[in-house]
């Protein structure tokens, strides 16, 4: 049996609302005051108690061989402090019980936004080169219990994912 793996470099590009669609919404910041939009993160945090949290990250890095989803609630991410951070996504496609490799990409978010990941949305990270982030993560109180979808690469296609920035 074969047990080396590849490392196959992902180019991770600078993120918008336009190349993050596919996967969720990208949220800067408003004026105060302003009325709900379709600008605004479109929640869907109904199927249990919300919980909203701090999580302290250190030394991520860049590599990674399990890829995650929820498909009972959105998830936002954000990071404090105003660190830049990398994340690699795939679309949901409810129907398989693993990401599409061709529909892989990955995305360095700028520490003035946020990250809302529609249900379902394959995810990997937050990886990033700093030695510490805090992040701020909303999801439900018991999406890692529950509703905590991993596919590992390593036991799928002996692969493991470098993000690299985009040339």
């Given at each position: 049996?074969?047990?080396?793996?590849?490392?196959?470099?992902?180019?991770?590009e600078?993120?918008?609302?336009?190349?993050?669609?596919?996967?969720?919404?990208?949220i800067?910041?408003?004026?105060?005051g302003?009325?709900?939009?379709?600008?605004?993160?479109?929640?869907?945090?109904?199927?249990?108690?919300?919980?909203?949290?701090?999580?302290?990250?250190?030394?991520?890095?860049?590599?990674?061989?399990?890829?995650?989803?929820?498909?009972?609630?959105?998830?936002?991410?954000?990071?404090?402090?105003?660190?830049?951070?990398?994340?690699?996504?795939?679309?949901?496609?409810?129907?398989?019980?693993?990401?599409?490799?061709?529909?892989?990409?990955?995305?360095?978010?700028?520490?003035?936004?946020?990250?809302?990941?529609?249900?379902?949305?394959?995810?990997?990270?937050?990886?990033?080169?700093?030695?510490?982030?805090?992040?701020?993560?909303?999801?439900?109180?018991?999406?890692?219990?529950?509703?905590?979808?991993?596919?590992?690469?390593?036991?799928?296609?002996?692969?493991?994912?470098?993000?690299?920035?985009?040339?």
């Amino acid at each position: 049996m074969n047990t080396s793996k590849t490392v196959q470099q992902l180019p991770a590009e600078w993120i918008t609302p336009e190349n993050f669609h596919p996967y969720g919404q990208v949220i800067f910041a408003s004026e105060d005051g302003k009325n709900f939009d379709l600008e605004d993160a479109q929640l869907n945090l109904q199927n249990g108690t919300p919980r909203f949290y701090i999580m302290r990250l250190e030394q991520r890095g860049r590599k990674f061989n399990k890829i995650t989803r929820h498909l009972q609630c959105t998830q936002c991410l954000g990071s404090l402090a105003g660190k830049d951070w990398l994340i690699a996504v795939c679309p949901p496609h409810n129907d398989l019980n693993q990401p599409v490799l061709a529909e892989m990409a990955a995305f360095r978010i700028p520490g003035n936004c946020f990250i809302k990941l529609n249900q379902g949305t394959w995810h990997a990270g937050p990886y990033f080169d700093h030695e510490t982030v805090d992040f701020y993560n909303l999801e439900l109180a018991d999406t890692n219990v529950v509703d905590h979808f991993t596919h590992n690469f390593i036991h799928s296609h002996q692969l493991e994912f470098e993000m690299v920035d985009r040339a």
